[in-house]
C-alpha cells in the first residue's frame, strides 16, 4: 500500500513537471514567433540601406552635374531636388527599357512561333516525300512484274511459234503476226 502511495504522489508530481515544461516551452515557441513576425526581414533592412546610399551619392553626382554645366540639365525636372530629378530620369528609362524589353520578347515569341511552324511543314514535307517514294517504289515494282509477265507470255508465244512452224523461223505464207497465233 505505501509503494502504490508513493508511486502515485511521484506520478502526479511529473505529471505537473511535463506540464510545467510544455506550458514554457509552448510559450517560448509564441514569443518566439510573434518576434519573428514583428522583425523586418534582412533584404528590407539591406535594400533601405543600399537605397539611402545611392541617394546620397546621386545628390553628390547631381551637384556635379550642375557645377559643370552651370545650370538644370531639363526644365521638365527643374521642380525637383537634384537627387529626385536624377532618380526620375532613371525611372524614365527604366520605364522605356522595359517596353523595349517587352517588344523584343514579343518578337521572339513570333519567331519561335514561326520556327515551330516552319519545322512542321517540314516534317509533312519530308512525310509528303517519303509517302511517294513508297508509290514510287510500288509503281516500280509493279511495272517490273508487268514488264517480267509480258516477257514470260512473248517467250511461251515464240515457242508455240516455234512449234508450230518448226526452227526455220520462216512466217507462213498466209502473212499471219505474232498476235493472231496467241488467239489460235
Same mark, same amino acid.
Given at each position: 500500500?505505501? /509503494?502504490?502511495?508513493?508511486?502515485?504522489?511521484?506520478?502526479?508530481?511529473?505529471?505537473?513537471?511535463?506540464?510545467?515544461?510544455?506550458?514554457?516551452?509552448?510559450?517560448?515557441?509564441?514569443?518566439?514567433?510573434?518576434?519573428?513576425?514583428?522583425?523586418?526581414?534582412?533584404?528590407?533592412?539591406?535594400?533601405?540601406?543600399?537605397?539611402?546610399?545611392?541617394?546620397?551619392?546621386?545628390?553628390?553626382?547631381?551637384?556635379?552635374?550642375?557645377? /559643370?554645366?552651370?545650370?538644370?540639365?531639363?526644365?521638365?525636372?527643374?521642380?525637383?531636388?537634384?537627387?529626385?530629378?536624377?532618380?526620375?530620369?532613371?525611372?524614365?528609362?527604366?520605364?522605356?527599357?522595359?517596353?523595349?524589353?517587352?517588344?523584343?520578347?514579343?518578337?521572339?515569341?513570333?519567331?519561335?512561333?514561326?520556327?515551330?511552324?516552319?519545322?512542321?511543314?517540314?516534317?509533312?514535307?519530308?512525310?509528303?516525300?517519303?509517302?511517294?517514294?513508297?508509290?514510287?517504289?510500288?509503281?516500280?515494282?509493279?511495272?517490273?512484274?508487268?514488264?517480267?509477265?509480258?516477257?514470260?507470255?512473248?517467250?511461251?508465244?515464240?515457242?508455240?511459234?516455234?512449234?508450230?512452224?518448226?526452227?526455220?523461223?520462216?512466217?507462213?505464207?498466209?502473212?499471219?503476226?505474232? /498476235?493472231?497465233?496467241?488467239?489460235?
Amino acid at each position: 500500500m505505501l /509503494l502504490g502511495d508513493l508511486n502515485k504522489i511521484w506520478r502526479e508530481r511529473e505529471i505537473k513537471q511535463v506540464q510545467r515544461i510544455k506550458k514554457q516551452t509552448r510559450e517560448e515557441v509564441n514569443d518566439m514567433k510573434r518576434k519573428l513576425s514583428h522583425r523586418a526581414p534582412y533584404d528590407v533592412i539591406y535594400e533601405k540601406k543600399c537605397v539611402g546610399h545611392l541617394k546620397s551619392k546621386l545628390q553628390q553626382l547631381a551637384q556635379e552635374v550642375q557645377l /559643370l554645366t552651370g545650370e538644370k540639365s531639363k526644365k521638365k525636372y527643374a521642380d525637383l531636388p537634384a537627387g529626385l530629378e536624377l532618380i526620375e530620369h532613371t525611372l524614365t528609362l527604366l520605364a522605356k527599357m522595359q517596353q523595349e524589353k517587352r517588344g523584343t520578347e514579343r518578337v521572339n515569341e513570333e519567331m519561335v512561333d514561326r520556327m515551330k511552324v516552319l519545322e512542321a511543314f517540314q516534317r509533312d514535307e519530308v512525310h509528303d516525300k517519303n509517302k511517294f517514294m513508297e508509290g514510287a517504289i510500288w509503281m516500280g515494282k509493279r511495272l517490273s512484274s508487268e514488264v517480267e509477265r509480258t516477257c514470260q507470255s512473248f517467250e511461251s508465244m515464240a515457242q508455240e511459234y516455234r512449234r508450230r512452224f518448226g526452227e526455220n523461223d520462216q512466217l507462213p505464207s498466209t502473212g499471219l503476226d505474232l /498476235l493472231s497465233l496467241q488467239r489460235a
